[in-house]
T-cell receptor, first 110, second 111 residues
Framework: NAGVTQTPKFQVLKTGQSMTLQCAQD?????MSWYRQDPGMGLRLIHY???????DQGEVPNGYNVSRSTTEDFPLRLLSAAPSQTSVYFC?????????FGPGTRLTVL | QQQVKQSPQSLIVQKGGISIINCAYE??????FPWYQQFPGKGPALLIA?????SEKKEGRFTISFNKSAKQFSLHIMDSQPGDSATYFC??????????FGKGTKLTVNP
């Protein structure tokens, strides 16, 4: 039981490049979400999904896309990276109560 | 609109002391109040959680106090240890709604 896994752990992009942050969970949770963490800003919700085929926007969705084709996977896509997207990104999955976080991806956009 | 306000932003405590972190919420529909602990370079992990049918929950040295009428809840860490040094987040949710997080408190416990 690996829990929530994220790849890559670190990534450096140039402005305008695109990339996909991968997230997978093996707990059969319906609810998954993506957060970004910036100093002094706490955890801000980007997008979330309540099940396969269903996604919705969170607090800071601009510049990010998501899809949920399976229960296990919830990738986050940056279509055209900007320096403002430099952050640490956490994926999470949730049962009725507890939310489990992945180890994070540290992204730097130059 | 910040639905969960957390204070202080940072806290320094001596070993053996009591650490207290406070949170206030606005949405009366919230019925689940967890605290998360995050060590540097790691993802947040659930520490302890409470529902509003009780006023206090204790797990080891960690206690949540909950005041429904004031819409406030707090985390108390008794006999604080250097290993408790981490960032702590309070959060709240109602039903199946998404968790709303406070902005975090960086706790440093000096030896």
């Amino acid at each position: 039981n690996a829990g929530v896994t994220q790849t890559p752990k670190f990534q450096v992009l140039k402005t305008g490049q695109s990339m996909t942050l991968q997230c997978a969970q093996d707990m059969n949770h319906e609810y998954m979400s993506w957060y970004r963490q910036d100093p002094g800003m706490g955890l801000r919700l980007i997008h979330y999904s309540v099940g396969a085929g269903i996604t919705d926007q969170g607090e800071v969705p601009n510049g990010y896309n998501v899809s949920r084709s399976t229960t296990e996977d919830f990738p986050l896509r940056l279509l055209s990276a900007a320096p403002s997207q430099t952050s640490v990104y956490f994926c999470a999955s949730r049962d009725r109560n507890e939310q489990f976080f992945g180890p994070g991806t540290r992204l730097t956009v130059l | 609109q910040q639905q969960v306000k957390q204070s202080p932003q940072s806290l320094i405590v001596q070993k053996g002391g009591i650490s207290i972190i406070n949170c206030a919420y606005e949405n009366t529909a919230f019925d689940y109040f967890p605290w998360y602990q995050q060590f540097p370079g790691k993802g947040p992990a659930l520490l302890i959680a409470i529902r509003p049918d009780v006023s206090e929950k204790k797990e080891g040295r960690f206690t949540i106090s909950f005041n429904k009428s004031a819409k406030q809840f707090s985390l108390h860490i008794m006999d604080s240890q250097p290993g408790d040094s981490a960032t702590y987040f309070c959060a709240a949710s109602g039903g199946s709604e998404k968790l709303v997080f406070g902005k975090g408190t960086k706790l440093t416990v000096n030896p």
